[in-house]
Nanobody, 117 residues
Framework: EVRLVESGGGLVQPGGSLRLSCAAS????????MSWVRQAPGKGVEWVSG????????FYKESVRGRFTISRDNVKNTLYLQMNSLKTEDTAVYYC??????????WGQGTQVTVSS
């Protein structure tokens, strides 16, 4: 059974930082591309960042490029998202997603990120 458990969210002021983690189990983590997606209140799901399984190439939504960094630890089966210079528009529930295509059927509970002064 695929299990994705997100953590690390919280309340932070604009300009602050957070590091999200996603503990993965039930599949061969190192063989899969992985992504972070988010859903803001009253809005649809949007893809934020992805990392491929092979060479570790990374991809970002334009609005987070230069502020967010995705990474993975294939020994710990964990996906990370370092978020710096956070903005109010980054407020959302963040989900770990297996693959580069959004698939909500495997999401965990998500982790809430709130950016507010």
């Amino acid at each position: 059974e695929v299990r994705l458990v997100e953590s690390g969210g919280g309340l932070v002021q604009p300009g602050g930082s957070l590091r999200l983690s996603c503990a993965a189990s039930g599949f061969r983590f190192s063989s899969y591309d992985m992504s972070w997606v988010r859903q803001a209140p009253g809005k649809g799901v949007e893809w934020v960042s992805g990392i491929v399984s092979g060479d570790g190439s990374t991809f970002y939504k334009e609005s987070v490029r230069g502020r967010f960094t995705i990474s993975r630890d294939n020994v710990k089966n964990t996906l990370y998202l370092q978020m710096n210079s956070l903005k109010t528009e980054d407020t959302a529930v963040y989900y770990c997603n297996r693959g580069l295509v959004i698939d909500s059927s495997e999401w965990g509970q998500g982790t809430q990120v709130t950016v507010s002064s």
